[in-house]
């Protein structure tokens, strides 16, 4: 006796949502990606104007200079939404605990030059600062964005500032055996140190930013553009040569982050600029405007970081971001 089963396929009777096939038609299932991220925003029929803004709708496009025929043309590179975005992240956090428990069992800053753990805790342990600051700008971007895809990754970067300040504090008290100096130091310099006020008074300017993309260009683009590459690589690179390899190793989840960050913000950069020639000034516009003015304001950072060498350092990573940007669509920009 012989048995034949048969094979059936059952085709489905759509394979997206409504939105996802007039976009992207319906050829092919949507990925998890498009059907988190496009069209969630609501974009009709709001009850009421925010009383703290009533020129505006709760989610309006004319909050910023920028005009895009489509906003949702942007896409992150990295396809994150909230499952790929926490596991990615969740991996990461293993790799740095991992470091952070095995730095403090092997009582590793011992054998670290006091030289060294002292460059560490006046030039990075302010930065705890600078990513809460980085953090509260990405909240504001969330805030008053237009289109999911932009809330998306400017939340994702504001949880992941926040979670980078939470590293540099550790950082601090690892260098003092859980001794809050380093931390209160960093703070009273933050405060008032002359080498760090230009950057808090630049910061502080960005708080009262009224447009958003002039936000994300100054924050995301620029200041970023400048202090990783600047002090959390090749300061760290001068520390690790100094005998403080066992501080690189506490920060390389900012390396990484900082790699994969600059995918999208290219991305955003090439897509906004090749929109129109009105987006394309104002992004020179903006560009060229923060870029001369956190430069400055990092100057005298660079100075007590690098001793001699500090502006050449800071031109060359100003001529790598202008060089990145220019190649992604922003021209006009100035150059040394």
Known sequence: MSI???????QPVRLSYGNLKERFGDKKPASRYQEAVYDIQPTANFHYRPLWDKNHELYDASRTAIVMEDWYSFADPRQYYYGTYTIA?????????HNFAFVDKRDLFDSVPEEVKQAAREILVPLRHVEWAANMNNCQITDECYGSNFSTVA???????????????RLGLLLDGNEETSLDAGKKAWMEAPEWQGLRHAIEDMFVLDDWFELMVAQNFVLDGLV???????????????GGATIAMLTEF?????KETVRWTNALAKVTAKESEAN???????TNKWTDRLVGALEPV???AFGADGIEQLTEVKEELLARLTKNGITGLKRS
Do not use: C, H
């Open 4 to 10: 034949e089963i048969s094979a059936k396929t059952i």
């Open 89 to 97: 992240r969740a991996k990461q956090q293993d790799v740095a605990e």
């Open 155 to 169: 939340m994702f970067n504001a949880m992941d500032r926040l979670g980078m300040a939470q590293y540099v504090t």
């Open 228 to 242: 990783f590459p600047l002090l959390y690589d090749r300061f760290e690179k001068k520390l690790t040569t100094d």
């Open 254 to 258: 900012m390396d990484d982050w900082y």
């Open 280 to 286: 394309q000034e104002l992004l020179s516009e903006w």
């Open 302 to 304: 660079a100075a007590k």
